[in-house]
């Protein structure tokens, strides 16, 4: 069985604060992808990344990084410089195998950026 | 990336009706995957939907409860049946893009509310 755990229910930071959102995954395949995803009040779905279980090397996209270890079984994420449009929620998820598997997510975690 | 139209966008609906929802793909896909999204929770996912078969459904959700069509690989609907308002809920259709699970793109969602 799969499972995706975000800790962080809700987290507020000023604006211009660096934040991580947290995951922690559990996964009994060896070959599986990690996900974020961004739902921004409007309530779509955005992707940001996808890693695949065999790629530890850490990813920056501009304001965004993300940090795999798989140690420790987790994938967080990190904002750095926070914007007021970074207010949103936040959901970590996992796929087994490759292609065309169900995404199991994690419960979000609502990230608010104060101004 | 591919692109999904759902529709319809929302809809306010009366226990114990039925409404179907749509999702078109701007692209051929294999397999066309429906989440639920309670309020304020994770998504979950119904079912998936292969072209040419029965759609496979999750745990705790059944077919007369939720039935699915996928009449050729670019288009799926699901209805929500006999509803009540435990059914209230963003209803969302996802497919792959690209190949060994590259990314999961979304339609905008469908905001359902039961009164």
């Known amino acids: 069985a799969q499972k995706v755990t975000q800790a962080q229910t809700e987290i507020s930071v000023v604006e211009k604060e660096d934040v991580t959102l947290d995951c922690v995954y559990e996964t009994?395949?060896?070959?599986?992808?990690?996900?974020?995803?961004?739902?921004?009040?409007?309530?779509?779905?955005?992707?940001?990344?996808?890693?695949?279980?065999?790629?530890?090397?850490?990813?920056?996209?501009?304001?965004?990084?993300?940090?795999?270890?798989?140690?420790?079984?987790?994938?967080?994420?990190?904002?750095?410089?926070?914007?007021v449009v970074d207010s949103a929620v936040y959901f970590c998820a996992l796929s087994e195998a490759w292609g065309n598997e169900k995404l199991t997510f994690g419960t979000g975690t609502r990230l608010t950026i104060i101004p | 990336?591919?692109?999904?139209?759902?529709?319809?966008?929302?809809?306010?609906?009366?226990?114990?009706?039925?409404?179907?929802?749509?999702?078109?793909?701007?692209?051929?896909?294999?397999m066309m995957f429906w989440y639920r999204q309670q309020p304020g929770q994770s998504l979950t996912l119904i079912a998936t939907a292969n072209q040419g078969s029965e759609a496979t459904y999750e745990s705790g959700f059944v077919i007369d409860k939720f039935p699915i069509s996928r009449p050729n690989l670019t288009f799926s609907t699901l209805t929500v049946s006999n509803m009540s308002p435990e059914d209230s809920s963003i209803y969302l259709c996802s497919v792959e893009f690209g190949t060994g699970g590259s990314g999961y793109t979304f339609g905008s969602g469908t905001r359902l509310t039961v009164v």
């Not at chain 1, 530890?56 to 994938?75: A, D, H, L, P, V």
């Not at chain 2, 999904?4 to 692209?27: H, N």
Request: glycine share 4%; with cysteine.
């Open chain 1, 28 to 83: 009994r395949d060896t070959t599986y992808y990690l996900f974020w995803y961004k739902q921004p009040p409007s309530g779509e779905l955005v992707f940001l990344i996808r890693r695949n279980s065999f790629d530890e090397q850490n990813e920056i996209s501009g304001r965004y990084s993300w940090n795999f270890q798989k140690s420790t079984s987790s994938f967080n994420f990190t904002i750095t410089a926070s914007q």
């Open chain 2, 1 to 30: 990336s591919a692109v999904i139209s759902q529709k319809p966008s929302r809809d306010i609906c009366q226990r114990g009706t039925s409404l179907t929802i749509q999702c078109q793909v701007d692209s051929q896909v294999t």
